[in-house]
């Protein structure tokens, strides 16, 4: 790579990074997109995304509507002790799992002039003189603009000390995930979340007739069972009997699981250093609410248009970085407390087995939760 200065720095390459930069370099501003992976990858997501991400996927380039992905139109949500309720999606959404829609925005970027750099990591950001200067495996990279899509957790926010990393772990700040893609027999038009001593497990849907299975736990569930997945999800798991009869009797399609750890639902910055943060880097939504994703997608049309904003010289960094936040509070925020106050009813066996014989009986209550979770096509 030759060019070394950019309009727009993007540092991370998840779903929130691809799609800025895609409208980024159709804009016509020159775009550079850092990823630490190599494309494509697995990633630890539930692969649910809200229909409200739709027409937004469709207008980056993505065929959806050819691609024969599985609609979901219904939750079903089952206690530990086995009890379930189920209730139809106000708006519903499509499975799709992050191997393919990485991949697939990422060559819509290539194709709109984006420079992708895979297998760069970077390992520091510096603001001086109105520029930001990027190193990243030995290159220094310069833009006017720098967009953190880094995903939950990173290097950078250790590095700049970020509130939510400085904590001590509580309920909302140490979790790990695990990801499975499994061949099991299930309702394509079903989501389902198993709940389970301090973890729920969700289950639906992808591509080529495949399932994705993820689940979140606490990182002390996992220590009880000498940090063995496969004791905790027998010892644990198991108890929810819809639980075991997916582990039993399903053909698992990996070697092992996809894991992350450190996972935090604490609220977040997002702006920092001057840095826009977009997707999970800016905030996390619990997964019950199968949301991130359409956060994600969202964040970045919201993120382009104050930074087109800002270059074409209409509003100043600070106008820019204020109105990026506003809105991004306007959008995310009730959401994203409504997922934390969703989060407290599951994981104590007890409490979540009242929570869902509630909705069993009153399943009325189920919709405008779910609509709180949930934005509108953008």
């Not at 599985?70 to 106000?90: C, E």
């Not at 140490?174 to 973890?199: C, M, Q, R, S």
């Not at 826009?276 to 997608?297: E, F, H, R």
């Not at 087995?353 to 509630?358: C, M, Q, R, S, Y």
Request: glycine letters at 8%; proline letters at 3%; aromatic letters at 10%.
């Amino acid at each position: 790579m030759n060019q070394t200065s950019f309009d727009i720095v993007i540092l991370g390459g998840g779903l929130a990074g691809l799609s800025l930069s895609i409208q980024a370099a159709r804009a016509g501003y020159q775009t550079v997109l850092l990823e630490k992976e190599q494309y494509p990858f697995h990633r630890v997501c539930g692969e649910y995304i809200s229909l409200e991400s739709w027409d937004f996927l469709e207008e980056l380039g993505l065929p959806l509507s050819s691609m024969q992905l599985p609609i979901i139109k219904r939750l079903q949500v089952t206690a530990p002790n086995g009890k379930l309720f189920q209730t139809k999606l106000p708006l519903g959404g499509f499975g799709i799992s992050r191997y393919k829609l990485d991949k697939e925005l990422a060559q819509l970027a290539r194709a709109a002039g984006v420079v992708l750099l895979e297998n760069h990591k970077v390992t520091n950001v510096e603001f001086r003189g109105d520029l930001f200067h990027i190193q990243a495996e030995g290159k220094i990279i310069t833009g006017k603009i720098a967009v953190g899509s880094f995903g939950k957790r990173s290097n950078l926010d250790i590095k700049w000390n970020r509130s939510f990393v400085k904590n001590k772990p509580t309920k909302l700040n140490n979790y790990i995930g695990v990801k499975y893609h499994i061949d099991t027999n299930h309702p394509e038009d079903l989501i389902a979340l198993h709940n389970f001593e301090n973890g729920y497990c969700g289950i639906s849907k992808i591509e080529d007739n495949r399932y994705c299975l993820c689940y979140l736990t606490t990182a002390a569930n996992l220590s009880k069972y000498n940090n063995s997945i496969e004791e905790m999800e027998k010892e644990v798991l198991f108890r929810n009997p819809h639980l075991k009869e997916i582990f039993v009797n399903a053909h698992f399609l990996y070697s092992g699981p996809v894991t992350i750890s450190q996972i935090s639902f604490q609220q977040k910055t997002q702006v920092e250093q001057h840095v826009l943060l977009l997707g999970d880097a800016a905030g996390m939504i619990t997964p019950l609410c199968g949301n991130g994703m359409s956060m994600a997608l969202h964040s970045s049309k919201i993120a382009f248009n104050c930074m087109h904003s800002f270059l074409e010289q209409h509003i100043s960094r600070d106008q820019m970085e204020k109105k990026y936040q506003q809105v991004w509070q306007q959008e995310f925020a009730l959401r994203l407390r409504t997922g934390r106050m969703i989060q407290r009813f599951f994981g104590k066996p007890a409490i979540t087995n009242l929570f869902v014989e509630a909705f069993r009986i009153f399943p009325s209550l189920a919709t405008p939760l779910i609509r709180l979770t949930h934005g509108k096509a953008f």
